[in-house]
Nanobody, 124 residues
Framework: QVQLVESGGGLVQAGGSLRLSCAAS????????MGWFRQAQGKEREFVAA????????LYEDSVKGRFTISRDNAKSTVYLQMNSLKPEDTAVYYC?????????????????WGQGTQVTVSS
């Protein structure tokens, strides 16, 4: 059974950095786009970033452009989200997801496999 397991969340002060990791096990990884989404308390889940199967196409939500970087290591079946210059409004549960397609996309409906989420809290 394919599983995605996120790690790297935590509490950080505004302006700080965190690196999230998402390790896939039990199935194909390198053929699929991967994405990060987040859900703040009381809000709907939103797209953060996505990367195509070979890293050739990368998409970001506007508010994280220039601060967050998504990357992947297919040999390790792992996708990363480097988050710099964090703001209190970045506070949310961050979810890793595997797309059903190879190209990156922003639509959550294209992602069929989700991790359990990791909490990121940014204090002001």
């Amino acid at each position: 059974q394919v599983q995605l397991v996120e790690s790297g969340g935590g509490l950080v002060q505004a302006g700080g950095s965190l690196r999230l990791s998402c390790a896939a096990s039990g199935g194909f990884f390198s053929s699929y786009a991967m994405g990060w989404f987040r859900q703040a308390q009381g809000k709907e889940r939103e797209f953060v970033a996505a990367i195509s199967w070979n890293g050739g196409l990368i998409l970001y939500e506007d508010s994280v452009k220039g601060r967050f970087t998504i990357s992947r290591d297919n040999a390790k079946s792992t996708v990363y989200l480097q988050m710099n210059s964090l703001k209190p409004e970045d506070t949310a549960v961050y979810y890793c997801a595997r797309s059903s397609f190879g190209l990156a996309t922003m639509q959550s409906s294209n992602f069929g496999l989700w991790g359990q989420g990791t909490q990121v809290t940014v204090s002001s």
